[in-house]
C-alpha cells in the first residue's frame, strides 16, 4: 500500500500528522542519498503514490489468507478473466519503500526532455533548463506537504481543468516570490513566453497573492521550521537546493513534534 492510498482510505484525505510525516521524508532522504551519491540516479518521480509501506511482520497476510478463505470477497467474470474486488487491511506500519524506478535516469547529468507528475514539476523542467538530482529535493518538498496537508501544493490547472504552465509559473511566484533573473537567463527564449526582458511578470495570468507558504499552511500551530524547510527545498534555482543528507539534519526534522 502506498502512502496515497494509506492517506485516501484510512485518513480520508486530510493528511497525517506532523510525526510520522518528519519520518516519512527522513526515510525517503536515506534512499534519496544513497541514489545520488552512491548509485548516482535520478529519481524523477516522486510522490507519496510511489513511497510504499514494507511489512516487518508477514502474519498480516496469513490473516488476510485466512480471512479470504472463510469471507470471499465479491467477483466477477468479465469475458476470459475474473475480476475480484479489493480487500482493506490496515497495515502496521513498517519501513518505507521507494517504488517505480521506471522513468529515473542515470548519471548526474544534466538531463533534459520532460520529468515528473505535472503539479510536482521543478521550475528548471517548466523553463526547459537541463536538470540533475535537485529535482528530487523540489519533489521531496512538495511529499511532505501532500503528506501534511493532504493535497498537493500546486494545482497548475485553469478554471477549466486544463493543465497550464503559465497557471503554474502564477502559483509558484505566489508561494515563493518572482524567479531569479540569473535562472529565467538560463533559456531565455522560454522564459520570454511568460516574462519580459527585465523579468518581471507578464500578467496574462494572474498572480493569486492569496496562496502564500503561510496562508496554504492550516495544519501546524507551530509552522515556522516547517516553512524554513519547505523554503529550502523549494528554491526556485535547483543550485540553491540542499544534498538530500544535508537535509537530513534539517532542524524541522530533528525536532519532535
Known sequence: MSLRDMDTVFMQGRGFNENFVKSAIKELLQ????LHSKVQVVHTDIHPGNLLLGIEDDSLFRTLEDTEMTNPVPRKKVFDRTIYSSRLMKPKVGPLLLSDFGEARLGPGPHAGDIMPIMYRAPET???????YAVDI????????????????????????SFSDGVHFSELIAALGPPPRDLLNRHHERALEYWDEN???????????????D???????DKTKFLRFMRRV????PKMRP????????????EEA
Open 243 to 254: 544534498t538530500a543528507k544535508e537535509l537530513m539534519t534539517d532542524p524541522w526534522l530533528l
Open 234 to 237: 523549494l528554491a526556485w534555482d
Open 215 to 221: 496562508a496554504a499552511e492550516t495544519k501546524l500551530k
Open 199 to 213: 523579468g518581471n511578470w507578464g500578467g496574462f495570468v494572474p498572480v493569486p497573492s492569496e496562496k502564500t507558504l
Open 31 to 34: 534512499a534519496l542519498d544513497f
Open 138 to 161: 523540489w519533489s521531496v518538498g512538495l511529499t511532505a506537504w501532500d503528506l501534511l496537508e493532504g493535497k498537493t501544493l500546486f494545482s497548475a490547472r485553469k478554471a477549466d481543468g
Open 126 to 132: 517548466l523553463l526547459w533548463i537541463q536538470w540533475s
